[in-house]
């Protein structure tokens, strides 16, 4: 019964859906990455690199949970368990993703938060072999790229996730007759 009504408490107040823990701070984070992208330099383009990916794993994070969070609203009152995330690395965060509710531009971020995976990891591991700035800025540009593409594809589909929960709370008496039934 507890957990019913744990999902029926966190359906009822928004501020306890899915979202980043330290939003200012993520922010800040990301501009940060954004100076440090803009000063053209070894160490500003591997901070912005590392910072991105960062925040897309966060961001994978926040989907994962909303995923989750969905799946419980969709089949309340039965019981289903929120994945734990917080000491998986990159590619296992993916792979949580992956196993959730996808839609195209789901898909999309996974796609894209691979790549820049692949760009990290190239970066990170290969970096003694780079000859030239230019050659850093000619892979890190790419990253950039996919960094704001992300971002993007995770404002649509979190938004598309509070939606649907607004769906769920609008309608949670019919979630409450289901707990008086039992």
Not at 150 to 163: C, N, S
Not at 177 to 182: K, M, Q, S
């Amino acid at each position: 019964m507890k957990y019913k009504i744990d999902v029926l408490n966190k359906l009822r107040d928004s501020d306890n859906w899915p979202a980043f823990d330290r939003p200012d701070f993520l922010e800040k984070l990301n501009d940060v990455a954004d100076d440090a992208f803009t000063q053209k330099t070894i160490e500003g383009y591997l901070a912005a690199l590392l910072i991105y990916h960062q925040l897309c794993e966060e961001m994978m994070k926040v989907l994962i949970q909303c995923s989750s969070f969905l799946i419980q609203c969709s089949v309340f009152p039965h019981e289903i368990k929120s994945k734990r995330i917080n000491r998986l690395m990159f590619g296992q965060i993916i792979n949580e993703l992956e196993k959730g509710i996808l839609d195209t531009d789901t898909k999309q971020f996974i796609e894209k938060s691979k790549k820049l995976n692949s760009i990290r990891i190239k970066m990170v591991h290969k970096l003694t072999d780079k000859t030239s700035l230019n050659s850093i800025e000619r892979q890190i540009k790419p990253a950039k790229k996919l960094f704001d593409e992300l971002f993007k594809l995770f404002d649509d589909i979190y938004d598309d996730y509070r939606v649907a929960f607004s769906h769920y709370k609008k309608n949670i008496e019919d979630l409450e007759e289901l707990v008086d039934e039992e």
